[in-house]
């Protein structure tokens, strides 16, 4: 009997502590409003824990977004903290970007987070969602999407590659080192150039355990040697693919070209030039040789009707060709391509280039 009197005495202060506890974090006004539908109220994951993932992967994560209040919940004014992060609506089997949900009372919509995993190194990393309600205990709903890396992103270095211009059959390389920023010791699957005929690639791994870089540590070279053995452009790209799946690959781009031992700019040219008055019959190029060598220029073959000076100092490094079409009075209108052949010594050795000119009358 006097236990019994002694829990009565109790009984009102520990239900004055909890009403006020729940009246003070809004609980009460919630549970009030649920019982008697009065207001919209907002019910989700306000966190979402996608464990532990690889940089650059993909991770899509479904919750319910639920109207648990008695009137129409309205939800808009998405707002992500990185542009690699999204919430779209569940419809089916497809997702869809919505601008505005309206939730009738207890109504249940199927969401989706998607994310990229954007990580610099092992660690944990949040990215938010962030909405607006007309839920007046949350009038801005955030979702915060939570995630582990083990692993830090890996990269190239250098992440292009510019062989600049390259004379015709002289070979030459250079070397991406592959770097893992935090030494987690991923592996490369392949490495695929996507011209080989222009670009070769060859992949040099280290030894196990990689080696030290100041950005982390280098797992294996891409060894890059470009096809010289005739003038083309190289640009192309390398791809490095890795073990993990999950890891997104690396793409190098390369550039450069590859040049005549004699380089004649422009490769020809085009007679009479337009002009604001009568048309102009004179044209320039340049030529120039290997390794800044000056040059001797003499002609070797000049068509009849073209003539060719080289206006400048001798023995120059670049020599300026100037070329001139002196069209016959009697000639009538069609077009014509000559060839303009001229002698090139530089370093005690001789080179024939060839330099088109089309004529055209109308």
């Not at 830090?152 to 590659?161: C, D, K, M, N, T």
């Not at 550039?255 to 005549?260: C, E, F, Q």
Request: hydrophobic share 40%; with cysteine; aromatic share 4%.
């Amino acid at each position: 009997m006097r236990v019994a009197r002694w829990g009565a005495r109790l009984l009102p202060p520990a239900l004055a502590l909890s009403l006020v506890f729940f009246w003070q974090t809004g609980a009460i006004d919630r549970q009030w409003a649920m019982l008697c539908g009065g207001t919209p109220i907002a019910d989700y994951p306000a966190v979402l824990d996608l464990g532990t993932r690889s940089p650059n992967e993909v991770v899509s994560t479904r919750f319910e977004l639920v109207n648990a209040g008695g009137q129409e919940l309205v939800v808009d004014q998405l707002r992500t903290s990185c542009s690699c992060g999204s919430l779209q609506r569940v419809v089916g089997d497809r997702s869809e970007v919505f601008e505005e949900l309206r939730l009738a009372p207890r109504e249940r919509i199927p969401l989706v987070i998607t994310t990229t995993v954007r990580a610099d190194a092992a660690g944990t990393y949040q990215q938010s969602i962030v909405f607006r309600t007309n839920d007046q205990n949350q009038p801005e709903g955030r979702i915060t999407v939570v995630f582990r890396t083990t692993s830090g992103s890996l990269r190239a270095y250098p992440s292009s590659v510019q062989f600049g211009s390259l004379i015709v059959g002289r070979q030459t390389r250079q070397n991406v080192e592959i770097v893992d920023r935090d030494g987690a010791g991923q592996t490369i699957a392949t490495v695929v150039s996507a011209d080989p005929t222009r670009v070769i690639a060859r992949w040099i791994p280290t030894e196990p355990g990689g080696e030290a870089h100041t950005n982390g540590v280098v797992v294996g070279r891409v060894e890059l040697v470009p096809n010289t053995a005739h003038p083309a452009r190289l640009d192309t790209t390398i791809t490095i693919e890795f073990t993990d799946p999950k890891i997104q690959s690396l793409s190098v781009p390369v550039m450069g070209r590859v040049t005549p031992l004699i380089e004649v700019v422009p490769e020809s040219l085009a007679l009479p030039l337009a002009s604001g008055g009568a048309p102009v019959y004179s044209a320039n190029c340049q030529v120039r040789g290997p390794d800044d060598q000056p040059l001797d220029l003499e002609i070797e073959n000049v068509p009849p009707g073209l003539k060719v000076e080289f206006p400048g100092l001798p023995k120059s490094l670049v020599r300026a060709v100037r070329v001139t079409w002196m069209p016959a009075a009697d000639q009538g209108p069609g077009t014509t391509r000559k060839i303009v052949r001229l002698r090139v010594t530089t370093s005690g050795k001789s080179h024939i280039v060839e330099l088109p000119v089309t004529c055209e009358r109308q």
